[in-house]
């Protein structure tokens, strides 16, 4: 089945708010892709003919089996683009992003197996987020935890969930990425921020809201 670009963009929103068998409504996926409800609920329709997602008015949007695999395609496509960008290319990865979002758009099932053959088949992309294997399967991931919740005191950065570009850039100028291993030096209650220190670099302190985003485990 051949979609438009927008089609696409609009199954990998869903896929993304959807979660277990909640329905998306159409007002929180025209916020995600920033346009109207009305172009939201157009959309809808024509998904539906295609048999994507089951849409009834004021009832909201579910993935189908086929909705949904093809979009853990679409994700398959991004995270691997993401990898080969960091891994390869020497991109940092506040900047992948939005160059991911282009090339998911290339479907080429046998470019997409190379790629993922040539980055050694990878189970997560540089920001931590698991990648479907090519029958739309995830590892499992291992128990983590936001910062801010640590027990720990000596923990490792597995993923962030907030991956805008101000913070992927912020968490990059202080050293911190995938796999960086960090000791909390303390917590502060005024502010709730965090004193942590990183292997060879002088302590520094964190927000609350930075520390939220990042996920942690123990070494």
Not at 53 to 59: G, L, P, S
Not at 69 to 86: G, N
Request: with cysteine; glycine share 4%; charged share 25%.
């Amino acid at each position: 089945m051949n979609l438009s670009i927008a089609e696409e963009n609009y199954v990998k929103a869903i896929y993304k708010l959807q979660e277990g068998d909640t329905a998306v409504t159409t007002n929180a996926l025209a916020y995600e892709l920033d346009t109207k409800p009305a172009s939201v609920t157009d959309m809808a329709k024509k998904l539906k003919e295609k048999q994507l997602i089951d849409y009834e008015k004021y009832q909201g949007i579910t993935l189908t089996a086929e909705g949904r695999r093809y979009a853990l395609q679409i994700v398959r496509r991004h995270r691997l683009w993401e990898c080969f960008l960091v891994d390869k290319l020497g991109f940092s990865w506040e900047e992948v992003h939005e160059i991911a979002e282009e090339l998911e758009h290339v479907r080429s099932e046998k470019l997409t197996t190379r790629l993922s053959e040539f980055l050694g088949n990878p189970v997560i992309d540089p920001h931590g987020d698991p990648i479907p294997d090519a029958n739309g399967k995830m590892i499992k991931p291992r128990p983590q935890t936001p910062l801010d919740q640590a027990n720990a005191k000596r923990l490792v950065v597995t993923a962030v969930t907030d991956q805008s570009v101000a913070l992927l850039a912020f968490l990059n100028a202080k050293g911190i990425r995938l796999g960086t291993q960090l000791e909390i030096v303390a917590h502060y209650e005024y502010d709730n921020s965090i004193e942590i220190k990183l292997k060879h670099q002088p302590t520094l302190t964190i927000s609350e809201q930075v520390a939220k985003n990042i996920m942690v485990r123990p070494v």
